[in-house]
Structure formats: C-alpha cells, structure tokens
C-alpha cells in the first residue's frame, strides 16, 4: 500500500494541497497560461525534509511528478494532470557570503532575488534577463544572460548542488562529490533531481551602463551585421543583443512611434561606468536612432527591464536554436520574419554566447554548444487564447526560415514541448555520459517532466 496523503501531510511542513482546497487553483497554476493542468496534490516544500517526502509519495504510489522552480517552462513542466508537483516557491532564501563571494540560493529562488541580494554587496553571477525566472530550471538548463560573455553561463558559475534523488537521498554535489551528478546538473535540465540550494561563484559588479537602442526596420541587414562583427572581439565585460520588439508607450520612444515593429538593441556594460559611454559608442553609431535609453543603472534593475512587458498569464509558445555564424542567408530569414513580431509582448533575441562561454570545454559539463557564437530565441508571447493559430504560426515560420542556417540543437530551456525530438542534438556527444548518470540517479525516469533524458 502506497503513502495516503493524509500521511503525507503529517510528514511535511509545507502545505500539501488538493482539488478540495480553496487554493488549488491558484496552487495549479503556472507561468505560461496556455498550461492548464490538473494534479492530484501541490506539495509546498519548505525544506529538503518535505521534498525528499513529497519524492517518496510519488514514487512509492507510482504518481507522475512535476517540479517547479520559477514556474518558467514555456512547455509547462513545472505542473502536470493528476500527479504530484513539488512547488519550491516557500523556498526563496539567498544567502551571500561577501568575503568568498560566493552565494548560496534556495530551489525556488528566482533572478529577482538573487541580484537584489547578491547587488547589496557589488557582487553578481550570470543570471536570467526577467526577475521572476527561477534561479532552478535556468541554471540546470545551462542559463543565458547579461554577463555570460565575461562570466560564462550561470551553470558555469555553480560551485555545489544540494540534491534530493529520486531515491529521497539528500546528497551534495561537487567537483569532487558525486561529480558525475554535477556534471550533468550544468546543463542536463531537471533530469537528475531536485536541487533545493544552488551556490554560485560571483564577481564584482554594481552598476552597469546599457539599456536600450531602437532603429528603423530597414536598417535590419546593417544592425545584424555590425552585431555580428562587433560581438566577436568586443571587450567581454560588453554584451548586446539585437531583438525584434513592437515599440512600448515608452515615455524615451517618440509617440508617433507607440506601436511599430523596430529592431533594438540591448546593451550592457559591466565594466568601469565611466567607460560605458564609450564602450557602447559603436552600437550607437550602427545606424540612425528612433530612440534610446542608456545610462548607469543598477545591475538588478536592467534584468528587470522586460518584466512589465511578459507578466504571469500570458500564452507563451517559444523555438530556439544555436547559431556559428550569423550569415546573411539567416540576416535574411530575419529581415522577413522578425519585422511581423505580432504583438507587444513577443519578441525575438538573438543573444552572444561566445567570450568566457567558449572557454569551458564541450565536454566539461553537459552543455555542449560551446562553439556557437549565439543562441536564438523566437519567443511567441500574447494575452489572447483566441490568437493562439496565428501566434504559434508565426513562432514556427519563423523557426521554419531559420532552421537551415542554425545547428541541429538548440538551448534546452528556450524549446517547446514539441521539441522532445531534439533533445539528442541538443547534448551532441555529451548525450551518452547524461544517460549514463541518468541511470546512476533515477533509472525509473521518476524526473521525466523535463526536456527528457531517457534512461
Ligand atoms: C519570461 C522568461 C524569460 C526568460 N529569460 C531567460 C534568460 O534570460 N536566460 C535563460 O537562460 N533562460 C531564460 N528563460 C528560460 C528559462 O531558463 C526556462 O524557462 C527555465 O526552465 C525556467 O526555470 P524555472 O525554474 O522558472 O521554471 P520551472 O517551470 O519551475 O522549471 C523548469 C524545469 O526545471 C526543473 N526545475 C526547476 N527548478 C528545479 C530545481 N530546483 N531542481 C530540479 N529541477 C528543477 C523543472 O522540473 C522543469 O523541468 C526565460 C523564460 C521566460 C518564460
């Protein structure tokens, strides 16, 4: 006889919730609202102890189990229908130590309070672009952001691993404990266990000078082709980003402007302030400017820069792939598909991930993609179930146009659920160590809701 969930209840501290509780709409409930699903209990973890539970109560009733961070995962893998979800959101500490400074969060902390945290004392790690993605599924799939050039990936900067395992072992994982494990953990996704505190290696950095510059359409060809020169030998403390953005009514964006489709870029600069000027003067000089903004800002503030644009509740349907080369046979894919951006909230990134990120070996740790110089993102985003066919339509021309100009593989925590297919291409050579430590760790595939690694 498996665990009842009244025994369960006894077991943790967090709240376990079910379909008769008030808040179990609530509790359901994930980032990308087209995810409507319907679990048999949301546990709230608020320790490793009520995790390693809520572990135990899945497998031993032969439950599916979901877990969720950030909640983030455009394809929904923080819920599922009928199963158990480990919610980590109780689970937010930070805690950074200045004089190793390193930091130390919890599994559902998410960027915002990290880089609030880690900012008090000049200090920061690579992390998300948007405050409220969880710091968990970002860093297991590899993470992306402002300071990848300079720093490396944020998987890069993960210096230990507190891990619950599918067995309910709570174990640390390191260089050298279970090192296996923390090899897989820098990029293989949520395959391998639940991580319930990540530490971090961070490096000094307040404010930084950047924001954004927006040009005319027709200056598409020049500003991806400047990009692609300047971002291949631009000093690593320098990151941009071209994206193809509707224009908000932003108060620096000319009114007449409100509401037309232009290509910007996104700039950021971690070195000295007083160099940010200079630093960021050849993106200026790229092409006549619509609008801008840049200035010195607080680091924390630039990644929360988007986040009025992607609130919760929106329908997200997201393609990503990794690019060598930006040639023009893919400026040209974009000059047709990024000027039909549909609406306000979707966009289209193509970020650099070239700099500290080449310098770690493709083998190193499970992301593989250490020879490509960028990673795109289409990332269809609207309020409207209604337009939904025409959304996804869009994300997937888009992708269609790319796709031959593109490696096979693309970042695991950019992809649709659709994507499964792909997830072999995505590890290249590193697929056979990840099944290897997936079958050391959870042979039954217990952690299957995730960009999956079958054992
Ligand atoms: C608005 C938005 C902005 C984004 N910006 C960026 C960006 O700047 N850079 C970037 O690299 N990516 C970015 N992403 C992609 C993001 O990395 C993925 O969506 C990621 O999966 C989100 O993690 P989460 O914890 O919020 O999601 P969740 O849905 O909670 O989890 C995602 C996956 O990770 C697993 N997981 C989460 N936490 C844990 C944990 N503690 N232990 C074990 N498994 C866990 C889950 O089981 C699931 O498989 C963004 C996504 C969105 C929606």
Redesign the pocket.
Known sequence: MGITVAQLREQVRGAVIDRDDAGFDQARR??NAMIDRRPQVVVQCRNAGDVAAAVGYARENGLDL?????????PG??TCDDGVVID?APMRGVRVVPGSRTVRAE??ATWGDVDAATHAFGLATTG???SS??????T??????HLARGQGL?CDNLISADVVTAGGELVVADEHRHADLFWALRGG??NF????SFEFRLTPVRDIYGGLIFFELDQIPNVLRAYREIIADAPERLSMFPAFQIAPPLPFIPQDRHGDALIAIVACWAGPIDAGPDAVRPLRDIAPIVAEHLGPMPYPLLNGTFDVL?PPGLQ?YWKANFVVELTDEMIAAHVEHGPRVPVVNSTVHIYPINGACHRVAPDATAFAYRDANFATVIAGMWPDPADNAANIAWVRDYYAATAPHSEEGG?V??MAGDDQGRIKANYRGNYGRLVQVKRAYDPENLFH??QNVRP
Not at 133 to 138: A, E, F, K, S
Not at 140 to 145: A, H, K, N, R
Not at 193 to 196: D, E, H, L, P, S
């Open positions: 994930v980032y979901a877990v969720r961070g950030g909640g983030h995962s455009v893998f923080g980590l599994g559902g998300g672009i948007i993605t969880g710091v968990g599924g970002l297991l799939g590899g993470g992306i952001g944020t996704g949520g266990g639940v991580v319930t992607v997200h970042y925590n950019f809701l995730n």
